[in-house]
């Protein structure tokens, strides 16, 4: 069974600032991993994709990178704004269309 | 951009009462699924459909829960009679080359 964690729980910092969020998990035969935003009591928006093939993947100022063999991802933003502000979930599906498992998320406030 | 639509964005409903909430999944997407968050944790998965029948379900998915496709467009869950730990975000999504594409959510409350 996939576990899913993430670290930390919460994390707030002032604008401007370049900071990590991880993700590591337990079952190493991932298919991919996914980065998803949630703004409060909104929907899941897809920030980064990353097969197991790869090593990170970069969108603008995000950067998300991959060892599949430590369980581990993390999440890279740079210069951080407070529209960052919203919780960061980290997805893991085992197979190419299985079900997704996810961490319970890092809640990022970005202070002005 | 496509998207994974939702409908209705909230409900709310006596318990006991059926539910239908709606998705209209990527046109071209095969794979759908259902996901739940009860707030303050996990996004927790539902059940998974592909080919007009479901491929994997999750132990919160039980009798009380089902799934349709009616057409070639609209996929749906129903719970048949809601409880009042029912209440959750419930979150439609769908799988193609780029990973999954979640829906905004329909947000369930019994009361």
């Known amino acids: 069974k996939q576990e899913v964690t993430q670290i930390p729980a919460a994390l707030s910092v002032p604008e401007g600032e370049n900071l990590v969020l991880n993700c590591s998990f337990t079952?190493?035969?991932?298919?991919?991993l996914q980065w998803f935003r949630q703004d409060p009591g909104k929907g899941l928006t897809s920030l980064l994709l990353?097969?197991?093939?790869?090593r990170e993947q970069t969108s603008g100022r995000l950067n998300a990178s991959l060892d599949k063999s430590s369980g581990r991802s993390t999440l890279y933003i740079a210069a951080s704004q407070p529209g960052d502000s919203a919780t960061y979930l980290c997805?893991?599906?085992?197979?190419?269309?299985?079900?997704?498992?996810f961490g319970i998320g890092t809640k990022l406030q970005v202070i002005p | 951009e496509p998207e994974v639509t939702q409908t209705p964005s909230h409900q709310v409903t006596q318990m006991g009462q059926e539910v239908i909430l709606r998705c209209v999944p990527i046109?071209?997407?095969?794979?759908f699924y259902w996901y739940r968050q009860i707030l303050g944790q996990k996004v927790e998965f539902l059940v998974s459909?592909?080919?007009?029948?479901?491929?994997?379900k999750s132990e919160i998915f039980d009798d009380q829960f089902s799934v349709e496709r009616p057409d070639g467009s609209n996929f749906t869950l129903k719970i048949r009679s809601t409880k009042l730990e029912d209440s959750a975000m419930y979150f439609c999504?769908?799988?193609?080359?780029?990973?999954?594409?979640f829906g905004s959510g329909t947000r369930l409350t019994v009361v």
């Open positions: 046109s071209n997407h095969l794979y």
């Open positions: 459909f592909y080919n007009n029948e479901i491929s994997e």
């Open positions: 990353i097969q197991s093939s790869q």
């Open positions: 999504a769908s799988r193609g080359q780029v990973g999954y594409t």
């Open positions: 997805a893991v599906p085992l197979g190419g269309y299985q079900k997704v498992t």
């Open positions: 079952d190493s035969a991932i298919y991919n």
